[in-house]
């Protein structure tokens, strides 16, 4: 088995309007929470000379193979650290940092990702694995597939990946897996293509499409890393300063939206975005995998923001 060539690149959705509604300020200090091969750093970097960018990421692979340009090129403007958005407090905080003018997070999976690693396509005969930092979760999707109740199953497609014959699919796992351990990408796809109905609507995705995704969100906790990311960036983004977020899929989309939406009635800020900003049919001809992408825009005020650190 082996994984496609690391030739394929990452196209950066959403770069000139991740500028507009981020809206950077001179000298300010602003986290790109998600850098991946660094198209949002680098485009933050760009349209401002005097700005600093701290960047993270949980794939070490990422920071390894694209951190050391970005800091020969920008310097001591740039920073970039291993680790999971969902500590993004305490990340900043062991870098002397309290306050920033402004956050980043773009929740997609990058093509490099789901081309380049075990478990994430299903075009590629892989192992199941699918985390995207093993340092920060032990359990493989194999993991989950091979020893959860077929319950557990059901609620894991459901309701992470809107499957439709999540049942069915639940099913026919823990029945295969009564005799042989579904151990690859293709064992578990061509389970599902052997599962749901050929006639099943008009399905422009594969069949295994849904629960792959499923498996990732649960395997890496995707959903609980950015409700975490959310409470700790209204901590510490200044007044003025604002949170812009870049969601593919419509559960992280609905938890950004009504966070927003929940904070702006606590009157600790503004929804900057009224209508959710997507891509021009000019990007999605050049990058087809940005078509999904919805970017919300929230821009914090003089609300009580202290209470929080003096209990720190």
């Known amino acids: 088995m082996t994984?496609?060539?690391?030739?394929?690149?990452?196209?950066?959705?959403?770069?000139?309007?991740?500028?507009?509604y981020l809206a950077p300020k001179p000298r300010g200090t602003y986290i790109d929470a998600t850098f991946g091969s660094g198209g949002h750093s680098r485009a933050l970097l760009e349209a401002d000379s005097t700005i600093r960018v701290i960047a993270f990421d949980w794939d070490a692979q990422s920071v390894e193979r694209f951190g050391p340009a970005m800091r020969e090129q920008y310097g001591d403007r740039f920073t970039l650290v291993w680790g999971n958005f969902a500590q993004l407090y305490q990340l900043i905080r062991q870098l002397k940092i309290t306050r920033v003018d402004g956050i980043l997070a773009d929740f997609g999976t990058s093509q490099m990702q789901i081309h380049e690693r075990a478990g994430f396509s299903f075009n590629a005969d892989t192992p199941l694995d699918m985390r995207m930092s093993p340092s920060h979760h032990p359990i493989t999707a194999a993991h989950v597939v091979n020893t959860a109740p077929e319950e557990k199953l059901v609620q894991i497609?459901?309701?992470?990946?809107?499957?439709?014959?999540?049942?069915?699919?639940?099913?026919a796992i823990v029945a295969a897996r009564s005799s042989r351990k579904i151990t690859t990408t293709r064992m578990l796809a061509d389970?599902?293509?052997k599962t749901v109905p050929r006639n099943s609507g008009k399905r422009k995705i594969h069949p295994a499409t849904q629960v792959f995704q499923a498996l990732r969100i649960y395997v890496n906790h995707e959903l609980d890393n950015i409700t975490a990311l959310l409470a700790a960036a209204y901590r510490i983004v200044k007044p003025g300063g604002?949170?812009?977020?870049?969601?593919?899929?419509?559960?992280?989309?609905?938890?950004?939206?009504?966070s927003f939406r929940a904070h702006e009635n606590l009157h600790e800020g503004n929804i900057v975005t009224k209508k959710v900003v997507i891509p021009t049919e000019a990007e999605i001809r050049l990058n087809p995998s940005a078509r999904s992408a919805k970017l919300r825009a929230f821009e914090c005020t003089k609300g009580d923001y202290t209470h929080t650190e003096k209990n720190d």
């Open 242 to 258: 604002r949170i812009v977020c870049i969601s593919f899929h419509s559960l992280e989309d609905r938890l950004v939206k009504e």
């Open 157 to 171: 497609f459901k309701q992470l990946g809107e499957e439709r014959y999540a049942r069915s699919i639940a099913r």
């Open 191 to 193: 389970l599902i293509v």
């Open 3 to 20: 994984l496609y060539p690391t030739t394929i690149s990452h196209k950066t959705v959403l770069k000139d309007e991740v500028v507009e």
